[in-house]
């Protein structure tokens, strides 16, 4: 008997499947639709507006036919998916609701919950910190673009809008509010505050991320709030830090040694507001902030904060008559999407706010059952990422801010605001699966060896 030939294993044993590819492709189409819209292929902006949809139906195909599918939200995915069709079907029987008016719809209410859990289920740790890298690399030609937006004319191409002829949200001083490769300022208001996630927990963490890369990106993220004009973006960027802070009242190692990154935080937002542009832009946004918080909570935040949040709820309970018109409008009807369609002008017939389109679209009762499990869904996240923290991993409760304001608030018929709910609840499901591995040193001259196998020979 001869010893044989080694033969190494097969190339493509490592080989990324097509399933975290389509969530590759998620996330990409997410940041980049905008850019398709307004300056690759401006004819087809409509059509844009459901790219990603197409992928959502084949991430969930693929975790079907490749046993991928998380079973623990078979339930829930398929209570919603029974009612909601079910609701969508009596609505074109009985108010005569279009069909693809209902088809719109329920593509809004519907589909990015399953494709959240799939990718949240199927994402682990390193492909976690993957996404993380290059949230953080992308933030940086995204505000080198937002300050040429804010510093450009309003008729300029840079500031296009996301239809043929618009543009841009105007911002104080004949600046607009710049939107990087979003459609609208909605894109940079909630792709800031996950980069802001990132930086914080890979400044505590060691090898997260290269350490250059993470206080460029802080550097982004303080730049970007100013250009953008966004108060969201403010708020959640805070409520980022004072989950940071309640992660380091839970006693996390990490966060307790956080003063030896206030310092250089300092430092970081000195050397960003030298820049003549942060100068300006941050006189443009404090004139913005002041006269929004006079119209909203007369100069007090937590009123403003209030009037945005909680009162549209309130409001819309005591204006529903909850004995007329038990099916609603119908599913998509209220969009300025189906509104344009159907009439010709783009308005929103159901109003702009999540609660009042639920109510109004589904009926009383189904929109108001469809809000709370929104709800209870943010809060059960919300739950774990506090139980997470408290057994030492705060990745989560870092995305809570965005997790909850998207998932209980946030308006799905928006693209933008729904591909971000969809990777703040993948993102915040896979972080409550384990803690997110250390990159290699760069300097490691450690060789991994191909496995191999033995043949004998005659």
Same mark, same amino acid.
């Given at each position: 008997m001869a010893l044989g030939k080694w033969r190494t294993a097969p190339a493509d044993r490592h080989k990324m499947p097509l399933l975290k590819k389509l969530f590759w492709l998620y996330f990409l189409l997410l940041i980049f639709e905008g850019a398709l819209r307004k300056w690759v292929l401006p004819q087809y902006s409509a059509p844009l507006l459901l790219i990603r949809d197409p992928i959502g139906l084949l991430i969930i195909f693929e975790a079907y036919r490749t046993n991928k599918w998380p079973e623990k939200w078979s339930a829930i995915t398929g209570a919603l998916a029974v009612g909601l069709i079910a609701l969508c079907v009596i609505q074109v029987a009985v108010n005569d609701n279009p069909w693809p008016a209902a088809i719109y719809g329920l593509r809004s209410y519907l589909l990015p919950f399953p494709v959240a859990f799939a990718m949240g289920e199927n994402l682990d740790a390193e492909d976690l910190r993957r996404f993380a890298k290059w949230t953080l690399w992308l933030m940086l030609p995204e505000t080198a673009l937002a300050v040429l937006q804010y510093a450009a004319p309003s008729d300029s191409i840079l500031n296009a809008g996301a239809y043929a002829a618009g543009t841009q949200v105007t911002y104080v001083g004949l600046h607009v509010r710049a939107s990087g490769t979003f459609?609208?300022?909605?894109?940079?208001?909630?792709?800031?505050?996950?980069?802001?996630?990132?930086?914080?927990?890979?400044?505590?963490?060691?090898?997260?991320?290269?350490?250059?890369?993470?206080?460029?990106?802080?550097?982004?993220?303080?730049?970007?709030?100013?250009?953008?004009?966004? @108060?969201?973006?403010?708020?959640?960027?805070?409520?980022?830090?004072?989950?940071?802070?309640?992660?380091?009242?839970?006693?996390?190692?990490?966060?307790?040694?956080?003063?030896?990154?206030?310092?250089?935080?300092?430092?970081?937002?000195?050397?960003?507001?030298? &820049?003549?542009?942060?100068?300006?832009?941050?006189?443009?946004?404090?004139?913005?902030?002041?006269?929004?918080?006079?119209?909203?909570?007369? $100069?007090?935040?937590?009123?403003?904060?209030?009037?945005?949040?909680?009162?549209?709820?309130?409001?819309?309970?005591?204006?529903?008559?909850?004995?007329?018109?038990?099916? $609603?409008?119908?599913?998509?009807?209220?969009?300025?999407?189906?509104?344009?369609?159907?009439?010709?002008?783009?308005?929103?017939?159901?109003?702009?706010?999540?609660?009042?389109?639920?109510?109004?679209?589904?009926?009383?009762?189904?929109?108001?059952?469809?809000?709370?499990?929104?709800?209870?869904?943010?809060?059960?996240?919300?739950?774990?990422?506090?139980?997470?923290?408290?057994?030492?991993?705060?990745?989560? &409760?870092?995305?809570?801010?965005?997790?909850?304001?998207?998932?209980?608030?946030?308006?799905?018929?928006q693209p933008t605001?729904?591909?971000?709910?969809?990777?703040?609840?993948?993102?915040?499901?896979?972080?409550?699966?384990?803690?997110?591995?250390?990159?290699?040193?760069?300097?490691?001259?450690?060789?991994?060896?191909?496995?191999? @196998?033995?043949?004998?020979?005659?």
């Open positions: 459609s609208f300022v909605v894109g940079p208001a909630s792709f800031g505050p996950m980069v802001a996630v990132f930086v914080l927990y890979g400044l505590v963490k060691d090898k997260f991320a290269e350490i250059w890369l993470l206080w460029a990106a802080a550097f982004a993220v303080i730049l970007s709030m100013p250009v953008t004009g966004s @108060r969201e973006f403010v708020y959640k960027v805070a409520a980022v830090v004072a989950c940071g802070g309640v992660a380091g009242a839970f006693g996390v190692t990490e966060f307790l040694k956080s003063l030896k990154i206030i310092v250089p935080l300092a430092l970081v937002f000195v050397l960003v507001s030298i &820049l003549p542009v942060f100068s300006e832009s941050s006189h443009s946004f404090g004139e913005r902030f002041s006269e929004a918080n006079q119209a909203e909570g007369g $100069g007090n935040v937590g009123l403003a904060i209030a009037q945005r949040t909680v009162e549209p709820i309130q409001t819309r309970l005591e204006q529903t008559d909850f004995g007329s018109n038990p099916f $609603g409008l119908g599913m998509g009807r209220g969009s300025a999407a189906v509104s344009k369609l159907l009439s010709g002008s783009a308005k929103f017939v159901a109003g702009e706010g999540e609660i009042d389109r639920a109510v109004i679209e589904l009926g009383p009762l189904p929109g108001i059952a469809f809000t709370l499990f929104r709800f209870v869904l943010a809060l059960t996240i919300l739950v774990k990422a506090f139980s997470k923290t408290r057994a030492g991993e705060p990745l989560a &409760l870092l995305f809570a801010p965005l997790m909850f304001s998207s998932v209980a608030l946030g308006v799905l018929e605001e729904q591909g971000f709910m969809v990777m703040a609840i993948a993102f915040s499901l896979a972080a409550l699966k384990a803690p997110v591995p250390q990159a290699a040193p760069a300097h490691s001259t450690t060789l991994r060896r191909m496995p191999v @196998r033995y043949s004998m020979g005659r």
